[in-house]
C-alpha cells in the first residue's frame, strides 16, 4: 500500500492542502489575511519536497496504466511547483478580489498540472487538461468588480471550451481507430499513418496549440494578460505552459512518435506562424500586459521550432527555453505587481516612464527580463535562444534559423521600448512607494538576478533539461 501511495504523494499533498484551505475559510469567519498563503506556501513546500526525492526513481506504472512516474513527470512537476511557490509568494493581497480564493483555485490549477505531468492514459491527460481549464477560467474572473476581467474571462472560457471540444473529439477519433485511450499501447500498435489518424492527431495539436497560445489560437493569450488581474496574469503566463510541455510531450513523442513526420511539418507551421505575426503585433502594442502577451506567442513560435527539428537536441533545447521564458515573464509581471497599488496599477508603458529616478533596484531588474527577452549576453534568454537556434543549424534548418534571428531583431524594438521609457522617458508625475512586502521585493530581486546567473553559467539547467528528457528517445 505504501509503495503505492508514495508516487503519488505529491498530488495527495496538493489536495490535502486544499481541503485544508476549503475548512479553514469555511470554520473561521474572519481569518487573517496572510493565513490562505501561508497555507499555500506550505503545501507546495511540501508537495515540492516530496517529489524531489522520486526524480531518481524507477519508471513506474501505475493504476491500470493510467498514471506513470519518470524523470519528465518529476522534473516538470518540481519545475512547475516552484514556479507556483514563486507566483504565491510574490503576489499582494488586494482588497479587490477574494485572495484565499485565488489561491485555493492556484491550487487546483497546480493539481491539474501535476496529472498531465504524469497521465499515461489520453482520458486522464483530458481530465488534468480541464481541472486546470476550468481552474484558469475561474482566475481570469475572478475580479467581479471589472468589466475588462469579465470580458476577458468569456474569450477565454468560449475559445477553451471550442478547443476543448476539438481535442476531445481527437481523442475519440483514435480510440476509434484502436479501441485504446493508452499511451504505451499507442505507441506500439501505430505502424500505418492513415488518413483518419493524420485527421485524429491534427485535431489533438489544435488543443495542444490553444494551451500553448499559439497562432492561430492565441486571441485569448492578449486579452486575458490585460483583462485579468496582475497575480493572476502571473499565474496564467508560467504554471499552464509547463505543463502545455507535459502535454505536448506525452502525446506527439510518448503516443505518436512513430508517425513524427507528420506532426513535426504541423509543429513547424504553428511555429513560423506564431514567431513572425506574435512578435510583429507586439510592435504596435502600448498596453504593457497586452504587449507580454504578444511576446508571449514569439516565444512560443521559438519554442516550436526546437521541438520541429525532430531531434532530441531540439526537445532538449526547447525545454530550456520553455523553463527560461517563464522565469523571464515571472519577472516582468512580478515588477508591475509590485509597483502597483490599490491606488494606481501600472498598465501602460508610459507608466514606466522615469521609472529609474523612484526605483532604481526595480528599473534593473526589469532591465535584465527585457535584455533576457532579447537575447542580449550574458542574461539567460541569450543562450535559450542560442540553443534553439544550433538546433535549427544541426538540422539543417538554417534558412530557419534566419528567420528565427530577424524576428529577434524585430522583438528587440519593442523590448528596448520599455528600457527607453524607463531609462530615458522624463515625467512630472512619479510612481509612489509601493505598497508591497520585504518578502515579495525579496522574491523579485532573487528572480532578476536569476536571470543573469542562468546566463552566466547555464550548465545546471540544460543538465537538468537533458536528464528529464528521457535517455531511450531516438528521433534523429
Request: charged share 10%; glycine share 6%.
Amino acid at each position: 500500500m505504501i509503495n503505492i501511495i508514495k508516487p503519488i504523494i505529491p498530488e495527495l499533498t496538493l489536495a490535502a492542502g486544499i481541503c485544508l484551505m476549503v475548512l479553514v475559510n469555511s470554520f473561521i469567519r474572519t481569518p487573517h489575511r496572510s493565513t490562505s498563503q501561508i497555507l499555500a506556501v506550505l503545501t507546495l513546500v511540501i508537495a515540492t519536497a516530496t517529489a524531489v526525492p522520486l526524480f531518481n526513481h524507477d519508471v513506474e506504472i501505475l493504476f491500470n496504466g493510467q498514471f506513470i512516474i519518470d524523470p519528465l513527470a518529476i522534473g516538470l512537476k518540481i519545475s512547475a511547483y516552484v514556479a507556483v511557490l514563486l507566483v504565491v509568494l510574490s503576489t499582494t493581497i488586494n482588497e479587490k478580489i477574494n485572495q484565499s480564493e485565488i489561491l485555493l483555485i492556484e491550487l487546483f490549477a497546480t493539481l491539474g498540472i501535476s496529472i498531465i505531468c504524469s497521465a499515461a492514459n489520453l482520458l486522464t491527460i483530458y481530465l488534468g487538461l480541464e481541472t486546470l481549464a476550468l481552474s484558469l477560467y475561474g482566475l481570469v474572473a475572478a475580479n467581479k468588480n471589472s468589466i475588462e476581467s469579465t470580458e476577458a474571462a468569456m474569450k477565454f472560457f468560449i475559445l477553451g471550451v471550442i478547443a476543448s471540444a476539438i481535442f476531445l473529439y481527437g481523442i475519440s477519433l483514435i480510440y476509434g481507430i484502436y479501441g485504446t485511450l493508452n499511451i504505451n499501447l499507442l505507441n506500439v500498435m501505430i505502424v500505418n499513418n492513415t488518413l483518419e489518424l493524420k485527421i485524429a492527431v491534427g485535431f489533438i495539436l489544435c488543443g495542444i496549440a490553444f494551451k500553448f497560445g499559439a497562432i492561430p489560437f492565441h486571441s485569448w493569450v492578449p486579452d486575458t494578460y490585460q483583462g485579468a488581474s496582475t497575480p493572476v496574469a502571473l499565474f496564467i503566463s508560467t504554471a499552464p505552459k509547463i505543463a502545455a510541455f507535459a502535454l505536448l510531450y506525452r502525446l506527439l513523442i510518448d503516443a505518436f512518435i512513430s508517425i513524427s513526420e507528420t506532426w513535426v511539418v504541423m509543429i513547424y507551421a504553428l511555429g513560423m506562424i506564431s514567431l513572425i505575426i506574435g512578435n510583429l503585433i507586439a510592435i504596435s502594442q502600448n498596453n504593457f500586459k497586452r504587449l507580454l502577451g504578444y511576446s508571449a506567442i514569439g516565444h512560443i513560435g521559438f519554442i516550436f521550432l526546437g521541438i520541429a527539428t525532430g531531434t532530441k537536441d531540439g526537445l532538449e533545447s526547447s525545454l530550456f527555453y520553455l523553463l527560461i521564458y517563464v522565469l523571464m515573464t515571472m519577472v516582468a509581471f512580478m515588477v508591475i505587481e509590485v509597483l502597483s497599488s490599490k491606488h494606481r496599477e501600472v498598465k501602460l508603458l508610459k507608466d514606466f516612464k522615469d521609472l529609474n529616478s523612484s526605483h532604481p533596484w526595480l528599473s534593473l531588474i526589469m532591465l535584465f527580463s527585457m535584455c533576457s527577452m532579447i537575447g542580449i549576453p550574458p542574461f539567460a534568454g541569450f543562450y535559450a535562444k542560442w540553443s534553439v537556434l544550433s538546433s535549427l543549424v544541426e538540422a539543417n534548418m538554417v534558412y530557419t534559423a534566419i528567420i528565427a534571428i530577424l524576428m529577434t531583431v524585430v522583438a528587440a524594438f519593442y523590448y528596448l521600448r520599455v528600457i527607453w521609457f524607463i531609462y530615458f522617458e522624463k515625467t512630472n508625475q512619479e510612481i509612489g512607494q509601493p505598497e508591497s512586502t520585504i518578502l515579495q521585493k525579496a522574491v523579485v530581486s532573487f528572480t532578476g538576478i536569476a536571470i543573469l546567473l542562468i546566463g552566466l553559467y547555464p550548465k545546471p539547467i540544460l543538465d537538468f533539461c537533458r536528464q528529464i528528457i528521457s535517455s531511450n528517445l531516438l528521433l534523429d
